[in-house]
T-cell receptor
Framework: NAGVTQTPKFQVLKTGQSMTLQCAQD?????MYWYRQDPGMGLRLIYY???????DKGEVPNGYNVSRLNKREFSLRLESAAPSQTSVYFC???????????????FGEGSRLTVL | AQKVTQAQTEISVVEKEDVTLDCVYE???????LFWYKQPPSGELVFLIR??????QNEISGRYSWNFQKSTSSFNFTITASQVVDSAVYFC??????????FGAGTTVTVRA
């Protein structure tokens, strides 16, 4: 009963390095999300994917790219990491409820990224 | 554009006091969902409640209760007889028809013994 799995859980990068955060869900959910959480800022939406094959920008997409590889997986890539991207990243997924609008969201445990 | 405002940044209470967390939202959609999540010091996000825009009934679950008022675009959360284990950051969130889920900035609740 894995739910939403994020890897890695911790990562330290140097400025300018690239990396990809992986997210996978085994609940057959349609929608997936990437958030970042910074002190005093709550969770801010980076990108989301309403369904397989679609991705859309959220509030803070700059410096990130995403790929909805298939229905299960939604990855977040930092092409050239910057210290401002030091944060905790959460992936989430949700299933459609009756009527089409999404229901309950399930979150991964978070990935703590530090950019030096 | 959609927006969620949690005006209270921090609330500190003594155990057994009641605490109410405010949440005000903005959206043009007529169909939407509202959520409350709890984030304890361990960091995971714990789902508390989901409410759709057509269901304005208040809900009670143990010591937790929620007051949804569409007329004022508010979805407030009350913890009755608070306990130390209730200490956490609480987030209100809004999900609209485009599947975009937006969170408020969160309210940190500290319950002192």
């Amino acid at each position: 009963n894995a739910g939403v799995t994020q890897t890695p859980k911790f990562q330290v990068l140097k400025t300018g390095q690239s990396m990809t955060l992986q997210c996978a869900q085994d609940m057959n959910h349609n929608s997936m999300y990437w958030y970042r959480q910074d002190p005093g800022m709550g969770l801010r939406l980076i990108y989301y994917s309403a369904s397989e094959g679609t991705t859309d920008k959220g509030e803070v997409p700059n410096g990130y790219n995403v790929s909805r590889l298939n229905k299960r997986e939604f990855s977040l890539r930092l092409e050239s990491a910057a210290p401002s991207q030091t944060s905790v990243y959460f992936c989430a997924s949700s299933r459609p409820s009756t009527g089409g609008v999404t229901g309950e969201l399930f979150f991964g445990e978070g990935s703590r990224l530090t950019v030096l | 554009a959609q927006k969620v405002t949690q005006a209270q940044t921090e609330i500190s209470v003594v155990e057994k006091e009641d605490v109410t967390l405010d949440c005000v939202y903005e959206t043009r959609d007529t169909t939407y969902y509202l959520f409350w999540y709890k984030q304890p010091p361990s960091g995971e996000l714990v789902f508390l409640i989901r409410r759709n825009s057509f269901d304005e009934q208040n809900e009670i679950s143990g010591r937790y209760s929620w007051n949804f008022q569409k007329s004022t675009s508010s979805f407030n959360f009350t913890i009755t007889a608070s306990q130390v284990v209730d200490s956490a950051v609480y987030f209100c969130a809004l999900l609209t028809n485009d599947y975009k889920l937006s969170f408020g900035a969160g309210t940190t609740v500290t319950v002192r013994a």
